[in-house]
């Protein structure tokens, strides 16, 4: 943990779980309190640092931020803290009036953001350049949060008991880490540009990309086989790629000499076993490759039955004995 929030190069660090109430705040106040002599910006894709869940009216951390820490949040957050917070920046978002404001004094807030990939861009961007050095944005595994964009330096996953069994949180673990492992596609500069800039299935005939003109793999299943009847030599989506999608185009896929490029990882929404059978089939890479730098436990389970913290983290780091897994308690005591 140490080397990634110290490295240079890490700028933007986005903490994304697999599960709601996977501890993405605790984590957040653990980083901010184990390193509060870095220049840190904090922000969210919707709103933490509210007193109750809810859903399950649970208690909720707000974020303890440090003397100089940036941080978007409301007029109402505003308001409370009054003299202890100095206004940087008021931005209207989608008819909603945000502050970029700097902690004065030790607080505890509830932080916000906006809500579109562009605009949580922008207010990055805003926050470097008033002189945040790294940025931590709470944020989800959704090819639409800014999470999963480019411009994402390093992601922390959240592994939260309240997703379900071990059994089932082992096998997530397993479906993300063969998404984190995929490749990232090997292109120009150009062919790069292009596929950002798409919005629809592009289809690779000899060393140009075309226009599918399908947008969505759903209720257009039909036409991508013809598609691929026609031994394209590769595929571009930017889309989502589900399990029913897929169980209608496996046999097309897989008697095609094809390479696919997902936009994202995040794209491919297949089970662990249609995953496996996606890449036995064909050549996969992806345009933004996922981020995972480290993994973060959390055995609070919140609405199910608790698990003994030390049996979860036993098991989960059993399981995967390649991977460093750090629980959010341990944080303060470990320091790396």
């Not at 999963?148 to 997530?172: C, T």
């Not at 599918?212 to 394209?232: A, F, G, M, N």
């Not at 990882?265 to 089970?271: D, F, G, M, V, Y």
């Amino acid at each position: 943990m140490k080397n990634l929030i110290s490295a240079r190069a890490t700028h933007i660090i986005a903490l994304v779980g697999i599960s709601k109430n996977s501890g993405k705040t605790s984590l957040l106040n653990a980083i901010l309190a184990e390193y509060p002599s870095l220049a840190w910006a904090v922000m969210t894709t919707g709103i933490d640092g509210e007193e109750k869940d809810l859903v399950y009216k649970t208690h909720k951390p707000q974020v303890s931020l440090h003397p100089g820490m940036l941080f978007c949040c409301d007029a109402q957050s505003l308001d409370t803290h009054g003299s202890k917070v100095q206004v940087l920046s008021a931005i209207s978002y989608s008819g909603r009036k945000l502050f970029l404001a700097k902690a004065l004094h030790s607080l505890k807030t509830q932080i916000t953001g906006p809500s579109t990939v562009l605009q949580q861009a922008k207010l990055i961007a805003q926050a470097r350049a008033l002189g945040a050095q790294k940025v931590l944005v709470d944020g989800s595994l959704d090819r639409k949060s800014i999470a999963m964009e480019k411009a994402i330096d390093a992601l922390i996953l959240l592994v939260g008991a309240s997703y379900g069994s071990i059994e089932q949180i082992v096998e997530e673990l397993k479906r993300l880490i063969m998404l984190r492992d995929l490749p990232q596609a090997r292109l120009t500069k150009y062919q790069f540009r292009r596929l950002m800039r798409a919005d629809e299935i592009l289809i690779k005939h000899k060393s140009r990309w075309q226009s599918s003109k399908i947008q969505s793999l759903i209720q257009h299943e039909k036409q991508l086989i013809q598609v691929l009847e026609r031994k394209p030599k590769a595929l571009y989506i930017p889309t989502s790629l589900t399990d029913s999608v897929y169980e209608k185009l496996a046999k097309a896929l897989a008697t095609s000499d094809l390479k696919i490029i997902f936009r994202h990882p995040e794209c491919i929404k297949l089970s662990r076993p249609h995953l496996q059978s996606l890449l036995r089939g064909c050549s996969a890479s992806c345009l933004i490759p996922f981020k995972i730098k480290a993994f973060a436990l959390n055995s609070t389970a919140i609405g199910k039955d608790a698990i003994p913290a030390d049996d979860f983290r036993q098991q989960i780091r059993a399981a995967f004995p390649k991977e460093s897994f750090f629980d959010i308690m341990e944080i303060d005591s470990a320091g790396s």
